[in-house]
T-cell receptor, first 110, second 111 residues
Framework: DGGITQSPKYLFRKEGQNVTLSCEQN?????MYWYRQDPGQGLRLIYY???????QKGDIAEGYSVSREKKESFPLTVTSAQKNPTAFYLC?????????FGEGSRLTVL | RKEVEQDPGPFNVPEGATVAFNCTYS??????FFWYRQDCRKEPKLLMS???SGNEDGRFTAQLNRASQYISLLIRDSKLSDSATYLC????????????FGKGTMLLVSP
């Protein structure tokens, strides 16, 4: 089945550790996105990529990094520079305007 | 002014009721509008796009008012399964077209 797969679903890390969240899609979408959601907050854009080997910062890119070496994959690294990394992270892809989301990764930093 | 504003609710309605949500947006150049549904601790899922002429999908009707810069979602004959948070999403055209999400309106449908 076509879709977007995020892993892991749940992740616990100690403060100061880098963490990489995986996002893979087999929908053949060019555009991919990473959002962050905090309780009671709207989704906020971290990074997005329209084509392979190119990506752009979103509204809250500080403390995060991404790569887009393959069309299907758009991993997100949460670095130790991110001050408040505990959140629900959502990866999405898009064929044009509308977004289709993976099931999300819930990161807790202890 | 916030880019996309929604009443957070919750809207508590009985089964069978009709309920409407509004959402206002600040960017008059926005071209694309959507309603997403998000269940508790799940990912958002596209409910429907919103077209200039208004559109309907079963019990759900979406309207766009460009002059007043708001979109609306009407749910008729509410079901228990409609309980969720409804997110208003607007194209923000900030450099490159990206979507801006409202914080959502919570709907609780009771028996």
């Amino acid at each position: 089945d076509g879709g977007i797969t995020q892993s892991p679903k749940y992740l616990f890390r100690k403060e100061g550790q880098n963490v990489t969240l995986s996002c893979e899609q087999n929908l053949n979408h060019d555009a991919m996105y990473w959002y962050r959601q905090d309780p009671g907050q709207g989704l906020r854009l971290i990074y997005y990529s329209q084509i392979v080997n190119d990506f752009q910062k979103g509204d809250i890119a500080e403390g995060y990094s991404v790569s887009r070496e393959k069309k299907e994959s758009f991993p997100l690294t949460v670095t130790s520079a991110q001050k408040n990394p505990t959140a629900f992270y959502l990866c999405a892809s898009s064929p044009s305007r509308e977004l289709f989301f993976g099931e999300g990764s819930r990161l807790t930093v202890l | 002014r916030k880019e996309v504003e929604q009443d957070p609710g919750p809207f508590n309605v009985p089964e069978g009721a009709t309920v409407a949500f509004n959402c206002t947006y600040s960017n008059s150049a926005s071209q694309s509008f959507f309603w997403y549904r998000q269940d508790c601790r799940k990912e958002p899922k596209l409910l429907m796009s919103v077209y200039s002429s208004g559109n309907e999908d079963g019990r759900f009707t979406a309207q766009l008012n460009r002059a007043s810069q708001y979109i609306s979602l009407l749910i008729r004959d509410s079901k228990l399964s409609d309980s969720a948070t409804y997110l208003c999403v607007v194209d923000s055209y900030s450099g490159y077209s990206t979507l801006t999400f409202g914080k959502g309106t919570m709907l609780l449908v009771s028996p």
